[in-house]
Structures are given as C-alpha cells and as structure tokens.
C-alpha cells in the first residue's frame, strides 16, 4: 500500500483526489491550510518527514492569477518557494512530490500542441510563480520530481467556468464567451485518478501534461456545457477576449500535448465532451 501525503486539502483537486484515494482504500493523510503553510519553511521541512509518505501531492497554490500581477512576490513565497521547501523537505523523507501547474507556463503562440518539453514562456505573473515550482521541483528532486501541467480545471467544488455557466444560464438570456482562445477542459475528478495511477506507477520523473483529450474554445465549452444541461447553446454569443479586459494576459492556445503519457506506459486522460458529459458537475450545479 502507497502511504500519501495531499496538501492544500481544502481545494478543488485535493478533494476529487482525496475522494478517490479513500475509495481505494490507500493510506491518506491530508493537510490544509491551516495544518501546513507552505510558506512556513521551517513546518514544511517539519511536518513531511514526520507522516513519512510514499507520495507527496501538492495541491497548495495561489491560484489568484489576476491578483498575482500586484502580489507577485506573495504568490511567488506560495508557488515557488514554498514549493522548494517541500520538495527538500520530501527529498530528506525519501518521498515522491507530484506537483500540479498550469499551461499558463507558456505564452499561447503556438499553433499545435506543447509537447511536455517545449520552451516555456508565460506571460503573466502567475505563470512566472508556477515556473518557478516547477524548476524548484526538477531541480531539488531529479529522480523523485513530478511536474503534472494542467489547464482549464473544473469540478463540483469551489469556483470554476463550469459553474458560472450553469450560474449565467439561469440569469440571463443570452451570455457572452470567449471564442478567440484555445483549450482543453480538464474534470478534477480524471485528472485525480490519473495523478493516482502516477503516484503508483513507476514511472519515469519529469513533466507531464494531463489535460482532457481534444481541444475546443471557451465558447464552444459553454454551449456543450448549455446542452448538456437541457439549455439552448445558441444562447451562447461568441466574442473576442477583448471584450473582457483583465489584469493578467492569457494565453490565446492552451492545447498540451500528451507523449509522455504514452512513453510511461498511461494512457492520456479522455475526451473533454465524455468527461463533462460522466462527470457530477453539471448535477450538482
């Protein structure tokens, strides 16, 4: 049996992730906020040796990307020294860390699929703090280090697009969405039973993408989700990302390729349509 190790217990990730673990049976110990600050170095380098994991799984992070392009230097102690600090702390334990990041590590220029090894370059503040977890995770542990980039998340907790669709449907007539940026909607629930199923591979360490299969736009995201939920997706009405001006930049293509997957032996996670169609979002709104 894995003995595991899931920090930021409370959020979205965390809790599909905790839900599957339970279910089989592993050896859990979950800690949030208030059990584990990451930027409290000194608990950090404490708290891992003393649970004596298999697997660590960072789900702690400073997600506010907006508000991240004044607070850098707090998200930064979050996302990339903090995430230093556990990965020492996992290397003096003897424990695998499974760090989650984002697409948002790139600048969105590209026009096909980013393999796990393509040059980074994000384009706001947020992407820089996650960079910096990744190159914290590689660099401290080369041999027990995984980087899972992922994109465009939703589940049934906490906020996400999913959500506000659902949200937006039952308000207005017709909602405005973007049609000029490119992803891949990504279910909690998959991705925390592929991050499961690595925590017990023996896979090689390293970066890998783990996002739903296909790619589509936020536009043609929220009619699928209008459909799905017994709305009319052409109250849906595409527009251009200018429309909705924000302080962080995002990348106008997120579509992340998936090799590695493939290389360790893992099949990449399904189309996005068949996960939101199975998954408990649309149910419980």
Same mark, same amino acid.
């Given at each position: 049996?894995?003995?595991?190790?899931?920090?930021?217990?409370?959020?979205?990730?965390?809790?599909? !992730?905790?839900?599957? %673990?339970?279910?089989?049976?592993?050896?859990?110990?979950? %800690?949030?906020?208030?059990? %584990?600050?990451?930027?409290?170095?000194?608990?950090?380098?404490?708290?891992?040796?003393?649970?004596?994991?298999?697997?660590?799984?960072?789900?702690?992070?400073?997600?506010?990307?907006?508000?991240?392009?004044?607070?850098?230097?707090?998200? !930064?102690?979050?996302? *990339?020294? *903090?995430?230093?600090? %556990?990965?020492?702390?996992?290397?003096?334990?003897?424990?695998?860390?499974?760090?989650?990041?984002?697409?948002?590590?790139?600048?969105?220029?590209?026009?096909?699929?980013?393999?796990?090894?393509?040059?980074?370059?994000?384009?706001?503040?947020?992407?820089?703090?996650?960079?910096?977890?990744?190159?914290?995770?590689?660099?401290?542990?080369? *041999?027990?280090?995984y980087v899972v980039r992922t994109a465009w998340l939703y589940g049934a907790a906490g906020r996400n697009f999913v959500r506000a669709m659902l949200a937006a449907e039952r308000a207005r007539p017709v909602v405005d969405v973007v049609a000029d940026?490119?992803?891949?909607?990504?279910?909690? *629930?998959? !991705?925390?039973?592929?991050?499961?199923?690595?925590?017990?591979a023996d896979a090689p360490p390293g970066v890998y993408h783990a996002t739903g299969s296909g790619r589509t736009s936020w536009y043609g995201f929220a009619r699928e989700i209008f459909e799905l939920a017994g709305a009319d997706p052409a109250r849906v009405n595409p527009v251009t990302a200018e429309r909705f001006p924000r302080p962080a930049r995002r990348p106008a293509y997120s579509v992340l390729g998936h090799d590695r997957w493939h290389r360790a032996g893992l099949p990449p996670l399904r189309d996005w349509r068949e996960a939101l169609r199975e998954s408990d979002v649309l149910v419980r709104g």
């Open positions: 049996m894995t003995r595991w190790l899931v920090t930021g217990a409370s959020g979205m990730l965390a809790a599909e !992730l905790l839900r599957r %673990l339970e279910a089989d049976g592993e050896d859990v110990v979950a %800690l949030g906020r208030a059990d %584990l600050d990451l930027r409290d170095t000194r608990a950090v380098r404490r708290l891992v040796p003393d649970h004596r994991p298999d697997v660590v799984v960072n789900c702690a992070a400073w997600t506010a990307v907006d508000d991240a392009e004044t607070r850098e230097a707090e998200a !930064l102690a979050v996302n *990339g020294h *903090g995430v230093r600090a %556990l990965a020492e702390a996992c290397r003096a334990a003897g424990a695998r860390l499974v760090q989650p990041s984002t697409d948002y590590v790139f600048d969105g220029t590209a026009r096909a699929p980013y393999p796990e090894d393509a040059p980074t370059g994000p384009v706001n503040a947020y992407g820089r703090t996650k960079l910096a977890g990744e190159r914290a995770v590689l660099e401290t542990l080369p *041999g027990a280090g940026q490119f992803g891949q909607p990504t279910w909690a *629930g998959d !991705l925390a039973a592929w991050i499961a199923a690595l925590g017990r």
